[in-house]
């Protein structure tokens, strides 16, 4: 079947390898890395950074396997989770630029267009967290509440 906002079809990207338990060249323990990801999530880095920086820094392969839980899982733990899911903040960023462009170049019909696919897909993320509980049922988007809650 073919994407919604896009005429390409398929799945691309690579797969990783199927392994069940955290391989035994891991150099750090599970408390050091939950304590990693605590004191990143408090400067406020997003949780894909932290996973980034754990596997190129701190040859953590996968955060999951070595400590039982994902990223998300240890910042909530620790109250330290953010109130919006980090998909939902990078999209609200793409309609900020996007929008702050098209007050600047009002003739611009291509990202105009651009800036619709991308507000569609923020609707429908938004949907998806209200029925999953993880945004409250009162909640609204709109790019004047994107713009207070980002910058």
Known sequence: ??????????????????????P????????????????????????AKIGLVLRDQHSVPDVKLATGKT?????????????IPDDLVALMRTAINLQNHLNANKKDVANKRGMQITESKIRRLVKYYKRNGVLPADWQYSIANAELLIE
């Open 71 to 83: 990223i998300t899982q240890i910042l909530k733990e620790n109250n330290v989770a953010p109130n």
């Open 24 to 47: 035994e060249w891991v150099p750090l323990s599970k408390e050091e890395i939950e304590e990693i990801v605590v004191k990143m999530g408090k400067d406020g880095v997003l949780s």
């Open 1 to 22: 079947m073919a994407r919604m906002h896009a005429r390409r079809r398929g799945k691309s990207g690579s797969s990783r390898p199927m392994i069940s338990e955290n």
